[in-house]
């Protein structure tokens, strides 16, 4: 159950990173426009900022995550579970609050949130176990 746990959680850093991508180095490109639902390039330029620094902020949640799948590979299971409890954690916290912040984003909050979460339940489980 902890490889399962750690799969998920590494599953969630990644599609983390593609967030990152898209907010800090693609924020005005179509897709990233399509995805976020930001409209033209000149509303998306407004936002550029922003989207930069919540950008880094997913990847850093994965950064944590992938530390924390090192450190449990390298035999140090309590370091690491701290760290992939703490960023799959703070995955699933900001899913929730999008969610509870606009309803209307519920399927991004569901693509964001989900995966982690089970990712923390297995973790959980297998370290119980």
Avoid at 7 to 33: D, N
Avoid at 81 to 107: C, R, Y
């Amino acid at each position: 159950m902890i490889i399962l746990g750690l799969a998920l959680a590494g599953l969630a850093a990644l599609v983390h990173v593609y967030i990152f991508y898209l907010e800090s180095l693609a924020w005005t490109s179509e897709r990233a426009r399509a995805t976020f639902g930001t409209g033209t390039v000149a509303e998306a330029e407004s936002q550029k900022a922003l989207a930069f620094n919540q950008g880094f902020y997913n990847l850093f949640l994965a950064i944590a995550v992938f530390a924390g799948i090192v450190f449990v590979a390298v035999g140090e299971l309590a370091i690491g579970a701290t760290l992939v409890f703490t960023g799959a954690g703070s995955m699933v916290a900001a899913s929730l609050v999008l969610l509870l912040s606009d309803p209307s984003k519920a399927s991004a909050a569901l693509k964001q949130g989900v995966i982690p979460a089970l990712g923390v339940v297995a973790l959980i489980l297998g370290l119980a176990l």
